[in-house]
Structures are given as structure tokens and as C-alpha cells.
């Protein structure tokens, strides 16, 4: 399967619609689709490119996993949490918007998005998850803004091209391991509201 065409009459794509069509490089999903299941692409190794259309209200978990030929994705203000393990290991991806629509990035979100150079962290943002971007080794500086109150467990471990990160002045807490492993890290500021830093937080 190299290409499919969803008709205008679909409101859902399943869990587990396309998973492991590698073969698959691109796909139009129509506007009246408002969900994304769990798995729906994973491991569609072959896609470059998706559009997902502003009728979309929820991503499921692991929706594109392992997703290595994608480069670029939109998503739409619609949208309001990126779930767990979305864009898990989609090595390719170097640029994403995050809408600011969105006020969670769920655990694992990005994960092994190792071809991510810079990512726009929103004033709607709240929570960052566990693991969220653990392992994005092509991130070099990340701005935390101040709507955002804790930063999850491992959320930037390993992240070992981090040079800079602003930390908001609403966080206070800072995960175990948060930024453990970020051996390009020369200095960091902790803001007065920090209540708890976790257990190897650096």
C-alpha cells in the first residue's frame, strides 16, 4: 500500500487503521474526521508527509510511533494534549507546531525525535510529561514558559546537544532525571518558585 484516499464521509480512524504499511508515503485525511486512534499509523516507516485538518480534536496514544520518514507535522488548534508516545522515535521529524491549544505534552511524546533541532513550547502549556522529549539529542536550547507548573520525569534526559533552557517561573518541580545526561548543559537557572528538585534532576 503505497497511498490511500479517505473518503469525506469518515468522522474516525481507528486503532491500529494503517500500522505497519510501510509501503505508505503520504495521506490526506478529510475535515470531518475529529479522531486519530491509538496506533493508527505506527510504524508507517515509509510517510513524509500528513495532513491532519483542524476537525481533529484528539491525537491517540502512539498515533504515529515509529513514524521515521516524517519531517514535518502540523497540528491543528483543535487540538488540546499531544498523548502518550505520539511522536515516539519519528527519528526524521525536525520541525513541529504545537498549536496554543494545546495545555499538556503527555509522556514520551517525543521521544527518540532525534532529528529535532528546535521545538516552540506554547504559554498554553502546563505540564510537560515524563520521558516527553528524552533522548531528542538534536534539541539545543528549549524555552519553558511560565504557564508551565512541573517538568516530568526524564523529560529532557539524554538530550546531550542542550546548551540553554529557560525555566519558567511558575514551574516548581523538576522531575527525577529531568535533565540528566545533558552533558552540553554549561549552566542552568532555577527560578525561586522551585519548591522540589528530583532525585538526579542533573
Known amino acids: 500500500l503505497t497511498s490511500v484516499n479517505i473518503g469525506n464521509s469518515v468522522t474516525e480512524i ?33 510517510l513524509t508527509s500528513i495532513n491532519i485538518p483542524d476537525s481533529v480534536t484528539k491525537i491517540s496514544r502512539s498515533a504515529f510511533e515509529g513514524c521515521e520518514g516524517l519531517t514535518s507535522i502540523n497540528i491543528p488548534d483543535s487540538v488540546t494534549k499531544i498523548s502518550w508516545c505520539t511522536f515516539y522515535d519519528c527519528t526524521g521529524l525536525t520541525s513541529i507546531n504545537i498549536p496554543n491549544s494545546v495545555t499538556e505534552i503527555g509522556s514520551l511524546a517525543f521521544e527518540g525525535c532525534t532529528g529535532l533541532t528546535s521545538i516552540n513550547i506554547p504559554d498554553s502549556v502546563t505540564e510537560i510529561g515524563d520521558g516527553a522529549f528524552e533522548g531528542c539529542t538534536g534539541l539545543t536550547s528549549i524555552n519553558i514558559p511560565d504557564s508551565v507548573t512541573e517538568i516530568g520525569w526524564c523529560a529532557f534526559y539524554d538530550c546531550t546537544g542542550l546548551t540553554s533552557v529557560n525555566i519558567g517561573n511558575s514551574v516548581t518541580k523538576i ?28
Open 14 to 46: 481507528g486503532e491500529n487503521a494503517f500500522k505497519g504499511c510501510t509501503g505508505l508515503t503520504s495521506v490526506s485525511i478529510p475535515d470531518l474526521v475529529t479522531k486519530i486512534g491509538e496506533n493508527a499509523f505506527a510504524s508507517c516507516e515509509g
Open 175 to 202: 522531575g527525577d532525571e529531568a535533565f540528566s545526561g545533558c552533558t552540553g548543559l554549561a549552566s542552568v537557572e532555577i527560578p525561586k518558585s522551585v519548591t522540589e528538585i528530583g532525585d538526579y534532576a542533573f
